[in-house]
């Protein structure tokens, strides 16, 4: 997890910072970082459940619909702003959605730049 939150690519929205590293696995992965920012276990607790279900029913839903192909899979790192803490449901939905679709976008930049490679390597050794 420090690796990815040191390496991978920074994607920022109102209430989180995510971090993000394309793997050759065949299932993605989340980690969630939630400090207290001068909150209480309950509301920390209640945030990472959120966090959760959001993560499971917009980003891991939409990375498992297709057969996931080797090299197409995320780790992925979200770390919680204070902001988070007094974010309605939707709200944080919304930015989950829209995060799912930039994750989307950055998985199928990478595994088309992987496959430009793959052709370019394949033509340069004929």
Request: hydrophobic fraction near 35%; proline fraction near 4%; glycine fraction near 6%.
């Amino acid at each position: 997890m420090q690796s990815i939150a040191r390496e991978g690519k920074r994607l920022r929205t109102a209430y989180l910072d995510v971090r993000v590293v394309v793997t050759p696995r065949r299932e993605s992965r989340i980690g969630f970082v939630v400090p207290k920012h001068g909150h209480s276990a309950v509301r920390r607790n209640r945030l990472k459940r959120m966090r959760r279900k959001l993560a499971r029913r917009t980003i891991l839903s939409c990375r498992r619909a297709p057969p996931a192909e080797a090299g197409s899979s995320m780790d992925i790192v979200m770390r919680t702003l204070p902001a988070a803490y007094t974010a309605s449901f939707g709200a944080l939905r919304a930015e989950f959605e829209s995060l799912s679709a930039r994750l989307l976008r950055l998985s199928d930049g990478s595994s088309s730049k992987t496959n430009a490679e793959d052709v370019s390597g394949s033509s340069s050794s004929h």
